[in-house]
């Protein structure tokens, strides 16, 4: 199995653990778990979910990965580069709603240059196919750049897209935020505002 391969895998597993685990109980001296109906499973799993999503900040002061992108040109671009501005990254797919959603509010924030956006497409295949789906939706300040092997995903142990991390001018996390985002509302410029 190559190394892409093996990637793709571990992340498929990450993404589809929780309901491969739903029926499971692993305290021995308790009886075993009742049956679930489907419709209980789901809501378990959903409850898993959401109790994922939302600010992180377990990983505060790590330090920037030195890891390298591509756009679909074959451009590269070094994260250790962007060091000396706050940064803000986001792990996203052309498949995910709620990634595709924040895009826009994204775009507004790379266009106000508060903070440097930096959006990291996590989907394999066609690397000509994100950047066709980015400039048809007018996002002229976001570029493809592209992580096919999923390597910032792993790094960050990230199980469920969008996931956005923060970085300060040195190049320290600041915080990580799981899931669905609004990153012009209030609430996303307190949030960045640590990053100063």
Known sequence: MSSRSLKLAV??????????????????DKAAQPAQS????????????ASAMGIDRTHQGSALPDLTFADPSGKKLSLASLKGKPLLINLWATWCA??????????ALAASGKVRVLTVSQDSGEPAKVAEFMNGRGLAHLLPWLDPDNDL?????????????????????????VGEQDWNGAESAQLLAEAR
């Open 11 to 28: 992340l498929g597993l990450c993404l589809v653990g929780p309901v491969l685990l739903v029926g499971c109980d692993r305290q021995s």
């Open 38 to 49: 489907p419709d209980a499973a789901a809501a378990s799993v959903a409850a898993d979910t």
């Open 98 to 107: 709620p990634c595709v959603k924040a895009l826009p509010t994204l775009e």
């Open 153 to 177: 995903a792993f790094h960050y142990n990230a199980g469920i897209l969008p996931t956005t991390v923060l970085y300060d001018g040195a190049g320290r996390e600041v915080w990580r935020f």
